[in-house]
């Protein structure tokens, strides 16, 4: 048709367009007169040209739905072949998507795969994989990496994995004055990976590691020439501070900790510690829904993951549920979002009354009423219940 280079790249451009038409018809009249001018048929001609208009149409989302399919099936394969690369990819790919940390972790569990906490002596910033001999499928273990720790930099948490030495393998730390000395962190980041409970290679629990980076904090004032003269007529006066050994927080004060901290806990799952109060009260647990046929009512309690309001969706909004074991997917139609509005958006465990839609694998819970069940959090921890300011256990909210 004689097009110059250029030409024919903005014919290319304009086939790729995702439109209706897009813009190909602004090359119609010089593609049909320049394909005549060398000898081509008018007809023959026009059905080249109407080909090319037809690729416009469906050939952008055909070439990335070939795309997308590809993403698919290679990360389907991985997943199937190597569950625990996969997982611990994702979990050093965050944030990213509607699949939280804890998500990803309850996968790795349902997968067979061994989840090992975040610790200051064994964890790198990123999460990493360990030989794991007891796996009869051969899949390593997951070790989480300090990089889940909320509220410590990555620049100081990737200074106390290198300062362990190569692959973890150096000097182990004798104490937490020792990790601040020798990777030169702050108090901030201890008090950290206190809150994570990530001193249990050093024989400290939550409260006794909060407890002791603490009073190394204090002592770095105290160390300060300013302070100096007066630290030292405390102790002339009062004598040293005695030892103090704290007791270990119950249960559910222990998981809700470590949902703060890390948004996760390999303890146990909040939902399955409430679900006696949960169950004298009438409400079960997702595991029920798996279970249950199609139109069934049920009334579902469950942990918020994941809430989500496509703009294409027309004002449905989608939620995820999860008792520690399964999740769920909640749809709630729009004429209930202005009514229940609140609990769908405050909740952080959310009563769900409803009926089960079933079409083979694929299972919904379609909601009718909601109710926010954060009051029970105080069977969890006193603390949790009485937060006003925001919502401990946070979900993944998606618009």
């Known amino acids: 048709a004689g097009f110059t280079g250029s030409e024919a790249d903005q014919l290319r451009r304009a086939m790729a367009t995702f439109k209706k038409h897009g813009d190909v018809a602004k090359f119609h009249d010089k593609m049909i007169s320049g394909m005549i001018a060398r000898g081509y048929e008018p007809e023959f001609a026009e059905r080249c040209f109407r080909q090319i208009e037809g690729f416009g149409t469906y050939g952008f989302p055909e070439s990335h739905a070939a795309s997308f399919a590809l993403l698919v099936y290679v990360s389907a394969w991985i997943k199937r072949h190597y569950p625990d690369v996969f997982i611990c990819a994702l979990l050093n790919a965050q944030p990213m998507g509607f699949y939280s940390p804890s998500q990803l972790v309850a996968e790795a569990r349902r997968s067979g795969i061994a989840v090992r906490p975040a610790d200051v002596s064994h964890s790198g910033w990123d999460s990493t994989l360990e030989p794991d001999p007891a796996n009869r499928d051969g899949l390593h273990a997951l070790r989480l990496g300090l990089r889940l720790v909320k509220g410590l930099a990555a620049g100081e948490g990737e200074r106390i994995a290198a300062s362990r030495g190569p692959s973890g393998r150096g000097t182990p730390w004798s104490s937490l004055a020792d990790i601040m000395r020798r990777a030169d962190v702050s108090a901030r980041s201890l008090e950290a990976i206190a809150n994570a409970d990530g001193f249990a290679s050093l024989g400290l629990n939550r409260r006794q590691a909060l407890w002791e980076v603490r009073a190394l904090a204090g002592q770095r004032w105290q160390e300060l020439p300013l302070f100096a003269h007066a630290t030292r007529r405390h102790h002339d006066l009062a004598g040293e501070e005695p030892a103090v050994t704290l007791p270990q927080a119950h249960a559910g004060e222990e998981v809700a900790a470590d949902y703060r901290s890390l948004g996760l806990s390999l303890k146990d799952h909040p939902v399955r510690l409430l679900s006696r109060p949960l169950a004298k009260d ?27 309001r496509p703009g294409t969706a027309k004002g449905t909004v989608f939620l995820t549920l999860e008792d520690g074991l399964h999740s769920l997917n909640v749809i709630i139609w729009p004429k209930l979002t202005e009514t229940y509005r609140d609990a769908m958006l405050r909740s952080q465990i959310l009563g769900v009354v409803g009926r089960i839609q079933r079409e083979k694998a694929v299972l919904h819970f379609i909601a009718d009423q909601l109710f926010n069940l954060n009051g029970y959090l105080r069977y969890l921890d006193e603390d949790a219940a009485r937060n006003q300011r925001g919502t401990r256990m946070r979900s993944r909210d998606f618009r």
């Open 282 to 308: 009438g409400w079960q647990t997702c595991a029920v829904a798996h279970e249950a046929r199609d139109g069934q009512r049920l009334r579902l309690a469950g942990l918020v993951t994941m809430r989500q």
